[in-house]
């Protein structure tokens, strides 16, 4: 397999995970909002379902990218994709 | 020497926007110094939206330019936190900021969809599209599909789902700033949509792209300023909590306490009664915290908003102008964090917001109380006569029941200040933020549209021999025309803010996402499959919204604001029949797609094209 393909291919497999993740929280978990709300897990006090819809996943998502792209930087630097400061 | 001084002006940016945003400070300060010295509340609106208008439209002024790749992509130079914080401006709407707050207070967690979509999406344009879109090196969004999937009827199709798509949302903005606009300068709202629109153009026509960036992380800095003071204030005030994210846990409680202690949902009103209500307002019908929305209709709401995102122009050409493919990536990490700041805190907004007015404890609570006593209060009839509150004695008890309180979405930023007693600075502020939220939009889709005709139509299909200067001049006659269109529509006021606003992202999914995606990650997608893709999508898209908007009963629970859904699977599967049927891209464009998959050489597309 040439050096691109494998690149290609880490870089999807990548992308399957972080996918992954997000559809846990951004449709995974809805399906369930009834039993979220009944839930004795509350962060801060308030009940699971509020707390998914107003910070819980919102922050989640913003975590997740700043991880996908730290992983997809050092992808690209195993295979010397990395582009030049002056590109 | 504007080379050095470009390059001094990158540098320099965050003591540019340190200072900016001291200043702005300072003068929220001169102004509560004015208003305790006795200005009149008029004249502080005035000089808040003069203010913060002016100097956006110095910013436009001296970010005009002459060269093509400055007019498009801001010069591909845009640091990767500012790019983040103008994406979230442009991103932002009029909508996001007036109507967000209000839509959380009415509806609840069905309502919550639109959160979780309009924040999820990004994880879908960090990983999906951004990065391939700044290495291809497009100046547009049909650039991209013209020049992967070649021939120009692809191109145009694309011209055309952006055009249907942004222009829908561009007239809610223009709407938004005229609304804004008439209530602080107190001036007509037709001619106030034109001033809206005047300052519009004044950021965008002379710098492009580089304007709009540099007054987008401007307006950035006033809206996130004008939402957050009132939310931590407020919070304080009514002692809340300190920090009213972490600690509103008991108020979320003391609401559903009082809801069932006023009977919430077993007084109904009589339809006699309702039509009393003047129109656009509503009662609190919905819990506020329990889930009140099937699985199904949350997660369609979600699904639509967040491939609608990931196909929206306006959001998607903000990635170009990052200097790297690096920093576009982590730049979409940044834009949601901004973003994040003012979505976690619309929730806090509508809690206390709902709370002050509901709790007997509270001296703003009004459930409970006469109705002689609440028709008296100063900020009731100030508001009742703005046609965005309502109190009705229904059942002649003499008391203000829950059922019999009426308000407007927008109510809940632009009066909650004066309910809880803040002084009127702060409402001033808000008619800013506002104002910056709904021009921040307005910019980046009217430049959305134009560019794509100018670039992509003229230059790429009409006339690819046009000269820069004259293609400049075409690109900025195109950006008045757009602009004008979209005030005169906005000015026949025919639908509400939000509505259209959902619209706008199902028409971008059902015409787009699939094209823009495949684009990157199959590349046995070709021009026949991507054009059947995007009109066969725009087209069946368009044709359920029509079907269910003239009473059609629609199938699998898909409404009006879920079309999106129906287009979109009709656009990938044709996209991926017609593909296979026809024959697969040739070598070069093969080529040119392995290109795009990683990050370092050149662009595909030359700097300047």
């Known amino acids: ?87 | 020497m504007t080379k050095m001084i470009k390059g001094k002006f990158i540098d320099n940016l965050p003591k540019i926007y340190g200072i900016y945003t001291g200043g702005f400070l300072a003068f929220i300060i001169l102004m509560s110094i004015a208003e305790s010295a006795g200005m009149s509340a008029k004249l502080i609106g005035i000089f808040f939206v003069a203010f913060t208008v002016g100097i956006y439209a110095l910013i436009g002024y001296l970010s005009r330019t002459l060269q093509l790749d400055a007019y498009y992509v801001a010069g591909r130079q845009v640091p990767t936190v500012f790019n983040g914080m103008a994406t979230a401006a442009d991103w932002m709407s009029g909508a996001s900021f007036v109507a967000m707050a209000g839509g959380i207070y009415f509806k609840g967690y069905g309502y919550m969809a639109l959160l979780v979509g309009w924040t999820g999406g990004y994880v879908l344009v960090a990983s999906l599209l951004a990065p391939y879109l700044r290495k291809f090196g497009c100046y547009t969004v049909p650039d991209f599909i013209g020049t992967r999937y070649g021939g120009n009827l692809a191109r145009v199709s694309a011209v055309i789902v952006l055009t249907v798509a942004s222009f829908t949302y561009v007239t809610a903005q223009i709407n938004a700033t005229g609304t804004i606009a008439s209530v602080a300068l107190d001036i007509p709202f037709g001619i106030a949509v034109y001033i809206g629109l005047a300052s519009i153009l004044i950021c965008s026509m002379l710098g492009g792209m580089r304007a709009v960036t540099w007054t987008q992380v401007a307006q950035y800095i006033v809206l996130i300023i004008a939402y957050l003071i009132p939310v931590f204030w407020i919070s304080n005030k009514m002692g809340a909590g300190f920090f009213p994210h972490f600690m509103l846990a008991d108020e979320v409680a003391r609401i559903a306490e009082l809801e069932s202690q006023f009977g919430l949902g077993t007084v109904k009103n009589s339809a006699a009664d309702l039509a009393t209500v003047p129109k656009g307002l509503a009662g609190i019908t919905k819990a506020h915290s329990s889930v009140n929305a099937t699985p199904w209709a949350f997660i369609s709401l979600a699904v639509c908003m967040m491939a609608g995102t990931a196909s929206l122009p306006h959001v998607m050409m903000r990635y170009f102008t990052t200097p790297s493919v690096k920093s576009a990536r982590r730049s979409v990490g940044w834009s949601l964090f901004f973003i994040f700041l003012l979505y976690s805190s619309a929730p806090m907004l509508a809690t206390l917001s709902k709370l002050s007015l509901m709790d007997p404890n509270l001296a703003t609570g009004i459930i409970g109380k006469s109705i002689s006593e609440v028709q008296a209060l100063d900020w009731y009839q100030n508001w009742n006569q703005a046609n965005l509150m309502f109190v009705s004695d229904f059942n002649g008890n003499g008391t203000l029941d829950l059922n019999e309180f009426f308000m407007g979405g927008k109510a809940v930023v632009l009066a909650t200040p004066e309910i809880a007693g803040l002084p009127y600075v702060i409402s001033g502020l808000v008619a800013a933020g506002g104002m910056a939220a709904a021009m921040s939009t307005a910019d980046g889709l009217v430049l959305a549209i134009a560019n794509a005709l100018s670039h992509d139509l003229y230059y790429k299909i009409i006339d690819p021999k046009a000269e820069t200067a004259k293609r400049l001049i075409v690109a900025r006659v195109l950006l008045f025309i757009i602009g004008f269109a979209g005030a005169s529509i906005a000015a026949l006021e025919i639908q509400g803010i939000l509505g259209s606003v959902i619209w706008a992202f199902d028409f971008a999914m059902s015409g787009l996402f699939f094209p823009l995606v495949l684009g990157v990650w199959w590349k046995r997608a070709n021009a026949q499959g991507a054009v059947a893709g995007m009109l066969l999508g725009l087209i069946s898209g368009t044709a359920y919204l029509i079907w269910v908007r003239n009473g059609g009963a629609g199938f699998w629970g898909v409404t009006q604001l879920t079309f999106g859904i129906v287009g979109s699977l009709v656009s990938l599967v044709s996209m991926v029949v017609v593909s296979l049927m026809t024959k697969a891209p040739d070598a070069a464009t093969q080529r040119m797609v392995d290109e795009v998959r990683i990050p370092s050489g050149r662009t595909v597309l030359g700097k300047q094209h």
Not at chain 1, 2 to 22: D, N, P, Y
Not at chain 1, 64 to 74: H, S, T
């Open chain 1, 1 to 87: 397999m040439s050096k691109q393909a494998k690149h290609w291919e880490k870089t999807r497999g990548l992308l399957f995970v972080t996918l992954a993740i997000w559809f846990v929280f951004s449709i995974g978990i809805f399906f369930f909002g009834a039993e979220m709300e009944a839930s004795s897990f509350r962060p801060l006090g308030y009940p699971l379902s509020y707390y998914m819809t107003c910070q819980g996943s919102l922050g989640i998502f913003v975590i997740l990218i700043f991880w996908f792209a730290n992983r997809q930087e050092k992808i690209d630097e195993e295979f010397g994709y990395t582009e030049r400061e002056d590109d």
